[in-house]
């Protein structure tokens, strides 16, 4: 088998000099596909996340991206390399308009983005009848929709999404899975983490569980969801 | 007739003088509420740098004065007011660079940024104080009234006079200009997209690659440049003395807190408010009231509220009051 | 070094200062330097506590200052009956209205709870009120003002031995504190800073503008004081022989013995001062205090009450400089409203506080000896450097004469310079707090 696309590798690692959360931490990506990591709180799946967009210094380890080794490079210059990063809270400019909000997605690109805005627009109608609009006075859902616009605006080959359906409802989360799936379908790779375990692994093409910073289970989704044991500890039966 | 003396004298004393100073203070608020959005402490050396700003105006002025430089009847100091800028700016910049840097960089809670800024609100004090000293300093020339009273009262036959300074109107042209521009900036541009969205989420901010150092030293330009027009504006309105900047510091930090520190839109309605207040506390309605009350109801007394001296007492009542009923400000604060 | 050894040195070092200039300058200016160096001290207590143990920042000193100041002059000034009788009991009268229509629209911003029907009431009440005050004081305070201006004009005061006047003086600043407690804590420290700066101004106008308590800037002169005279020291016979046994001509010993009075005096305060802090900081109640500094939510969650917490520290910090207001005026016997500045008197204690250690109360005594022995060394010095620099110039040349001119206002520089030192290398002060 071939190299994944992205991939952070028996990542080991804490915040600061904090104790180490990840254990030999294993997680990854293929182009144009969901990858979900779920697990019971404090299982270090946020933890996980930061740790491949090198928010947190890694121990031992290293994360990968299309063949190249990225360990050492900061937050900016993985988002230069082609990273998208969705913070869980604060994720979007508050203040700022919806348009604005995206325009600021796209601060690195010296290039005309006015067609990428327009895809995303095209993904989230719901963005274009709300652009002058201030971001700040959008439903949860709808905010969710801006922050994942932000992060797309880099035109990025990998989304990384931290808990995107934290606080909406039900229906919301369907209808946010599915624009996920749009993404992923445009070519995009998504790596999220999801507290809707059973929501999440439905739409994923690979699944991973963390519990106490380690790997214990990994698979395609459905192989998961089919999985007894993994149904009876994170699944509720 | 009465009531049309009534409205020019109110006029004349007070509604131009307060638009004025009004302007003054919301261009002073402005550089306080940007400083405190975007680098996150409240910045007490802010009074001392528009006096800076303003004795370096005046040195240049004298300069171009002693050299027969002129643009009557305009003051000089307009022409003198970009070099100052451009000196504060340096002046901001290396502070910034010898000594706030060092604290953003440890990530210093802002209370341990305004013990800082009081040593430098020292150190740019006794700069001011050792290079031009502390006494009053006049350097407004060129024409000094755009319509004096007595021309108001020849031209429109009317007992009570109009007086209409050019500083005055300078001041508040000025204003509008550099406020147009900060909000064309702030709002239009990349750049200032930036600095609002550094303002609102760092976090985020950082995330979406805005350079953070970038931001900060188009903070300071700007400053710099706030600091300096109104303190030059407030100079030539009224006159330099080193001091009566340093006690601007608190009209103009309760413009800020007033508006909502952190909100431009803010800091410009907390200046005109502050600004009226005082005016309208102080000022003595005898005048006023003679035109409008009937004869037997015509005051005695000077009828003003408070004596002029305690105009810090409105500025500080009007803080108290919104601090009690609207803590946040006015406007919504913390967002540029 | 062993960090007692290390204390005993800098106090050391400092004394020495003091003890060199008397001996390179004069006595009587070594003397100056040390009863100004305990007041210094106290103030700089004072903001410790409020600051250094519960992180409050209090940039209105001055005015908790000049409280202290009026009141040796309401305490220890003989009344003017005239005075009194032209207007006294008016302007009394004044102010107890004026007081009553505060506390009743305490009274309504606690009863109404429809924030704009509270806004719009209170405002209505307050507004009237402020007229009625109005028009009860102002004859009154015509009429004082009136009776012999020269001299008199004010009302007096109490006419009782000046030293009733430190405590009374700690407990308007208490009062003032109160106030301000109420209003401006438990927001952002910014807006207590902005709070206390405010009140302070306010009071300092107060003291300059109303005459009929002050003489504003005519000045209070010959408050009395709690040591002799000079001139009674050089009649009594046996002072003067007492002085030729020590080899001194009366009048250097009677102000030498004047000076070293009032510092025994203010050496007592000062001491129970730092006894009480030192008690404080480490009992229950200063462990507490110190753990709401660091860790504001998790005392919260505790359940220990931050605000009444800080209301009462902030109140003491405040009456410590009221108190060491009320020091200086006896001291200075006058109070003078013109002199009260703010960089002076609020932002130096801070250089003085920040220098020495916040939240160590040694720490910040010696910045206050330190720190004020600079500020009143520093000019001569800078003289003498700006002196030794210009010296190949011509000594008339333009240059030359500015700067030393202006040497006076390099005191604020190098108290800025050095503040922003030991902010970057010594954050935590010369005698940091354990």
């Known amino acids: 088998m071939s190299e994944p696309y992205l991939v952070g590798e028996a990542m080991t690692g804490g915040y600061g000099n904090g104790p180490d959360i990840l254990h030999e931490c294993t997680v990854s990506v293929e182009p144009g596909e969901i990858a979900v990591i779920v697990g019971p709180n404090g299982a270090g799946k946020s933890t996980a996340m930061k740790a491949i967009f090198g928010m947190l210094s890694l121990g031992k380890g290293k994360v990968k991206l299309n063949g ?34 995206l325009e600021m997605g796209a601060f690195i690109r010296k290039d005309d983005f006015s067609v990428t805005m327009n895809q995303v627009f095209n993904l989230f109608p719901i963005l274009l009848e709300k652009r002058n609009q201030s971001a700040g006075e959008l439903s949860g859902g709808q905010r969710q929709q801006v922050a994942v616009g932000r992060a797309l605006m880099t035109k990025p080959s990998v989304l990384m999404l931290d808990e995107p359906t934290a606080g909406v409802s039900p229906i919301v989360m369907d209808e946010l899975f599915d624009r996920i799936i749009d993404v992923a379908k445009s070519g995009i790779s998504i790596l999220m983490v999801e507290q809707n375990a059973r929501q999440a692994l439905e739409i994923a093409h690979k699944g991973f569980v963390l519990v106490q910073g380690r790997n214990a289970f990994s698979g395609s989704g459905k192989d998961l969801l089919a999985d007894k044991e993994v149904r009876k500890s994170f699944l509720g039966g | 007739m009465e009531f049309l003396h009534a409205i020019i004298v109110l006029s004349n004393f007070v509604v131009i003088p307060a638009i004025a100073y009004g302007s003054q203070l919301a261009l002073g608020a402005l550089g306080v509420t940007l400083v405190y959005g975007i680098l996150r402490f409240s910045n007490f050396a802010h009074g001392d740098t528009m006096a800076f700003g303003t004795m370096v105006a005046i040195l240049f002025t004298w300069w171009f004065q002693s050299i027969g430089v002129s643009i009557a009847p305009l003051p000089t100091a307009l022409l003198a007011l970009p070099i100052a800028i451009v000196v504060t700016a340096a002046l901001l910049l290396g502070t910034d660079r010898v000594v706030l840097r060092f604290y953003r960089k440890q990530k210093s809670a802002p209370v341990i940024l305004l013990i800082v800024s009081l040593g430098i609100m020292f150190v740019y004090n006794g700069l001011v104080r050792f290079i031009i000293g502390v006494g009053d300093q006049r350097f407004s020339d060129g024409a000094r009234f755009i319509i004096s009273a007595r021309d108001f009262k020849k031209l429109t036959g009317l007992d009570e006079g109009l007086a209409i300074k050019t500083t005055q109107v300078i001041t508040v042209i000025t204003a509008i200009l550099v406020v147009a521009i900060l909000f064309w900036f702030l709002n239009r541009t990349r750049t200032g997209k930036s600095m609002r969205a550094f303002s609102d989420n760092e976090d985020l901010a950082l995330l979406s690659g805005i350079n953070p150092e970038r931001v900060v030293l188009y903070t300071w330009l700007i400053v710099a440049a706030l600091a300096t027009i109104a303190g030059t504006l407030y100079g030539l309105d009224k006159s330099f003395k080193p001091f009566v900047y340093f006690q601007l510091l608190l009209p103009i930090f309760a413009a800020a807190i007033v508006g909502g520190l952190g909100n431009p839109l803010g800091a410009i309605a907390g200046g005109f408010l502050i600004a009226f207040s005082e005016v309208f506390i102080t000022y ?38 919104v601090l009690l009923f609207k803590p946040t400000g006015l406007f919504k604060g913390k967002s540029l | 070094m062993n960090e007692n050894i290390k204390t005993y040195f800098l106090f050391s070092a400092v004394f020495l200062l003091i003890v060199i200039t008397g001996f390179v300058q004069s006595w009587n200016s070594a003397l100056f330097i040390l009863n100004m160096g305990l007041i210094s001290a106290v103030m700089s207590l004072g903001v410790n506590l409020q600051w250094g143990i519960a992180g409050l920042l209090n940039v209105g000193i001055m005015g908790f200052v000049g409280l202290g100041g009026l009141a040796t002059v309401l305490v220890a000034m003989q009344p003017v009956p005239e005075a009194w009788n032209a207007g006294g009991t008016r302007i009394l009268l004044g102010l107890i209205f004026g007081v009553v229509t505060i506390a009743l629209s305490v009274l309504i911003y606690k009863k109404i709870k429809n924030a704009s029907w509270r806004f719009i009431s209170i405002s209505i009440f307050l507004i009237s009120g402020f007229f009625i005050y109005k028009s009860i004081l102002t004859p009154g305070v015509i009429a004082v003002e009136a009776v012999n201006p020269a001299a008199t004009g004010y009302l007096g005061g109490l006419g009782l031995p000046v030293l009733f006047a430190w405590p009374v003086g700690g407990l308007l600043a208490a009062g003032a504190a109160w106030i301000i407690g109420k209003t401006a804590l438990g927001l952002r420290s910014d807006y207590l800073a902005i709070a206390t700066l405010g009140i302070s101004e306010i009071i300092i106008a107060i003291l300059r503008n109303e005459d009929w308590m002050t003489r504003g800037v005519k000045n209070v002169a010959g408050i009395p004081r709690p040591v002799p005279y000079e001139i009674d020291l050089q009649a009594s016979e046996d ?6 046994n020590f080899g001194l001509d009366p009048t250097t010993a009677s102000t030498l013995f004047v000076k070293i009075a009032y510092a025994g005096l203010f050496g007592l ?5 730092v006894w009480f802090s030192q008690r404080a900081l480490k009992s229950p109640w200063g462990r507490m205090m110190r753990a709401i500094r660091d860790n504001e939510t998790a005392a919260e969650a505790m359940g220990k009450d931050i605000k009444s917490r800080h209301l009462q520290i902030f109140i003491l910090g405040s009456a410590v400089c009221g108190i060491a207001g009320a020091m200086m005026t006896t001291l200075d016997a006058q109070l003078t409203p013109g002199a009260y500045q703010p960089l002076r008197f609020t932002f130096l204690i801070w250089v003085m506080v920040i220098v020495g250690g ?42 030359r004469l500015h700067l030393l001119d202006s ?26 707090e354990k």
């Open chain 3, 358 to 399: 916040s939240g160590s109360n040694l720490g910040s005594i010696l910045g206050g000896f330190l720190v004020w022995f600079l500020w009143v060394q520093v000019e001569p010095i800078g003289y003498w450097l700006v002196d030794l620099i210009t010296a190949p110039m011509d000594p008339d040349s333009p240059i």
């Open chain 2, 284 to 321: 003595a309605w005898k005048k006023v009231l003679m035109y409008t009350l009937p004869e037997q109801f015509a005051p005695s007394g000077l009828m003003q509220l408070l004596a002029t001296e305690y105009k810090f007492a409105v500025s500080f009542a009007i803080l108290l009051v």
């Open chain 3, 269 to 273: 305060v000062l001491l129970l001062l």
């Open chain 3, 239 to 244: 002072f003067v022989n007492r002085a030729a």
């Open chain 3, 407 to 432: 040497v006076a206002q390099m005191r604020l520089l190098t108290m800025g310079l050095f503040l922003l030192l030991m902010l970057r290398f010594y954050p935590r002060g010369m005698i940091p």
């Open chain 1, 68 to 101: 190249e080794d990225i360990s050492k490079l900061s937050p900016q210059d993985r988002v230069l390399k082609g990273m998208g990063f969705v913070p869980q809270n604060q994720n979007i400019f508050t203040s700022m308009t919806v348009q604005e909000n």
